[in-house]
């Protein structure tokens, strides 16, 4: 008796490869052309708004990359990945804004020899941001209060007293009464500890880094769609 096989089912556009996808898109499929967008806007805007530092200004340019990539989807070849090709159209989008503005840009070969002096100076300098930054700032010592909480009872006096009230060693020996290599032992292990629960606060922070909720990915989605309607893109119906 003669098995049968059933057919396998065509995979949907969002379970299609890119490679497929793309060639699709090429032909004028509009699912395959969503399925790439879904796939790869939440790079695209976490890459532009890497750039932008701006949300409104880093959706503007993605939505300029998707149109610079609808275009030129029938000659991409796949030499690199689409996700690379992709990245590549938006962060020229971006960087061509920030051009435009008149916005000084550090080519990366500068900014990986730049001493860690200069860096950490770009880092601390507080931005013109007015109550952003207070919220900011208010959201950043709050976690660190937190995590000073934690602390054993011990290393957490002598970091309040040591790193905050900026006592001497001796003097927060004499308050404690303890001797002050004890001190001096117990803040340096405050400080390990802090650096590896606000370390670990960070790497949990990371995958949150520059939001990209359903609603903003619908918008993209949305908004591209209509202009390459509008203007005629598609190349088949």
């Not at 007293?161 to 006592?167: N, P, V």
Request: proline share 5%; net charge neutral.
């Amino acid at each position: 008796m003669h098995k049968i096989t059933q057919p396998t089912p065509p995979r949907r556009p969002a379970e299609a490869p890119d490679a497929g996808l793309v060639q699709r898109a090429a032909n004028g499929d509009t699912a395959a052309f969503e399925a790439i967008m879904r796939r790869h806007n939440q790079r695209l805007f976490r890459t532009a708004r890497g750039i932008l530092r701006s949300d409104a200004e880093a959706e503007d340019a993605v939505q300029e990359a998707w149109l610079h990539a609808w275009r030129a989807f029938p000659g991409f070849r796949g030499e690199s990945g689409l996700s690379t090709w992709l990245v590549r159209i938006t962060a020229n989008e971006a960087l061509g804004r920030l051009r435009r503005k008149g916005a000084q840009i550090i080519p990366l070969e500068v900014a990986m020899t730049s001493s860690d002096n200069d860096t950490l100076s770009a880092l601390v300098d507080p931005p013109d941001r007015g109550p952003e930054q207070t919220v900011d700032r208010a959201q950043l010592r709050a976690i660190v209060e937190a995590r000073i909480d934690l602390l054993p009872e011990a290393f957490r006096s002598v970091f309040v007293l040591r790193a905050i009230e900026e006592m001497s060693v001796e003097e927060v020996a004499e308050a404690l009464a303890i001797p002050a290599a004890t001190v001096r032992t117990r803040y340096f292990r405050a400080r390990s500890l802090l650096r590896e629960s606000l370390a670990q606060e960070f790497d949990m922070a990371l995958g949150s880094v520059f939001g990209f909720a359903g609603a903003r990915c619908d918008r993209i989605v949305a908004n591209v769609m209509a202009r390459v309607r509008a203007e005629g893109f598609w190349r088949k119906d």
